[in-house]
């Protein structure tokens, strides 16, 4: 039923179905790494489309690249600056979106605590 919604785009590319071993992950990370999943997994994330939604930000650009709007899926799957470090942790140099919901949230995690994008000042 939740597949058929119109809306959680980006959450639907991460999550199939219900994952006890995924949810038991998440429960035992901490607060900071826990944000920065879930912001991923939903969208909801300190990247400037969001951003632009909550009308802290003007622009929805990615700042690394310059190239396009800045979302989860762009930073994980597409943003040329992240490149080599996505081949070095994620496998290949681009992912595509049906291929995300085969990264472990482990893997996920230590790529985007690796890119150092979520630093907090």
């Given at each position: 039923m939740w597949q058929a919604l119109?809306?959680?785009?980006?959450?639907?590319?991460?999550?199939?179905t219900?994952?006890?071993?995924?949810?038991?992950?998440?429960?035992?990370?901490?607060?900071?790494d826990l944000r920065i999943l879930v912001g991923l997994l939903t969208g909801h994330v300190y990247l400037?489309?969001?951003l632009k939604?909550?009308?802290i930000r003007n622009e929805v650009v990615c700042p690394l690249c310059q190239d396009e709007e800045e979302t989860s899926i762009h930073f994980i799957a597409?943003?040329?600056?992240?490149?080599?470090?996505?081949?070095?942790i994620l496998g290949d140099y681009?992912?595509?979106?049906?291929?995300?919901?085969?990264?472990?949230w482990t893997v996920?995690?230590?790529f985007a605590k690796a890119s150092r994008r979520f630093l907090r000042p």
């Amino acid at each position: 039923m939740w597949q058929a919604l119109p809306k959680c785009r980006q959450a639907k590319l991460f999550l199939n179905t219900p994952d006890k071993g995924l949810a038991r992950f998440a429960l035992s990370l901490e607060k900071k790494d826990l944000r920065i999943l879930v912001g991923l997994l939903t969208g909801h994330v300190y990247l400037n489309r969001h951003l632009k939604i909550m009308s802290i930000r003007n622009e929805v650009v990615c700042p690394l690249c310059q190239d396009e709007e800045e979302t989860s899926i762009h930073f994980i799957a597409q943003c040329s600056t992240t490149m080599l470090l996505r081949r070095s942790i994620l496998g290949d140099y681009t992912l595509s979106p049906d291929t995300l919901n085969g990264i472990h949230w482990t893997v996920l995690l230590r790529f985007a605590k690796a890119s150092r994008r979520f630093l907090r000042p």
